[in-house]
């Protein structure tokens, strides 16, 4: 009875031994695939701005006072020369008048001036008087002509100041913004206050996108631009690259640079200060054959692979750069049988979703893109009825 018992727990050790075994065979890698399809690829750069108007004018007083009239506002429609705004004209006025008095009594002594001065060369020659008191008439005549000239310039200088309390605008444009009220008061002693500012032409705008320093060698005049704005969000903008500036922006160790994009805004929807979100487009294919970036990222879990493999970085940090020319030479996997095969492919531009195949697949091909299940471990698995280990 106990031979049994003893030969058929052998037999069900056996047996559970044997199923868990070939448990352990069957288990074979599943994978996440996707195919080689074609389409059109568009690489861009992109980065934020701010709409502005390409002509933007501030208005302000060269005198300091009070503000008189106010004759725009908000959105009011201007002519080069119209009117804006006056100050109070009362002490310029007084100041002129002023000036008028102290021009006709330097005028009045430059008369006196030349009288004696040809008396006294009369009695000089009739040796009547002393050469030093013609020399002294000369002398008087001369001061007598300089102090009419400081008095005229006096007289000028406070009829502009006179004519600067009436405030035009310079350009033909639109008053975008208003700074001050009727009975305000200016004070022109350190910088010109600004009163207006004004818009040449709302219907031709310009954004002023930072583009950083890793993309911008790859920006150009005259690249096609596409936008939008929080306020259209369905809406895409066009625009155009008409200026890359030098002049780099640091911000906390962070370099930008001003890229200037040319817009049209035929109907008034684009307005100052909007916050643009732009993309630069750098390259584009029609009708190409492409794969997922998935499918470039992904090394089976024996593959010996380096830590830049299969991935595009920049030299500041690894961070994908979609402006940079990517690697040409790339490796992929292909199922063969239930086990993944290399293949080496080259490869184009990307839009940081999709890259262009350049060769090495024909449309259709299935590529790896992901490992759902781990392959089954080259080393048998453990017995769970067998002995323990020991250790050393």
Sequence with gaps: MNRKLIIAGVVLLLATSFVFVRCGKSRAAEFQTTSVTRGPITQAVTATGTLNPVVNVQVGSQVSGNIQKLFVDFNSKVKAGDVVAQIDPVLFKATVTQAEGDLASAQAALELAKINATRTQALVSKQNSSQQDLDQAMANLHQAEANLKIKQGALDKAKADLDHCTITSPVDGEVI?????VGQTVAASLQAPVIFTIANDLTKMQIDANVAEADVGVVAVDQAVDFTVDAFPARTFH??????????????????????????????KLKPGMTANVSIMIAHRDDVLQIKNAALRYRPADAATTPQQGRTTSSSGGRPVAGRERKSERTVYVLSGNRPKPVQIK?????????????????????????????????PPANPFGAPRRLP
Excluded: C, F, M, W
């Excluded at 155009?240 to 109907?267: C, E, L, M």
């Excluded at 024909?362 to 759902?372: C, N, Y």
């Design 177 to 181: 913004s208003r700074s001050v009220d």
């Design 347 to 379: 490869t184009g531009i990307s839009d940081g979703v999709v890259t262009e195949l350049l060769e090495g697949l024909p449309e259709g091909d299935r590529i790896i893109t992901a490992e759902l299940t781990p392959a089954l471990s080259s080393s």
């Design 239 to 268: 625009g155009k690259v008409v200026q890359v500036r030098n002049a780099p922006i640091t911000v906390q160790n962070v370099v930008t640079y001003d890229t200037v994009i040319g817009v049209s805004n035929p109907d008034l």
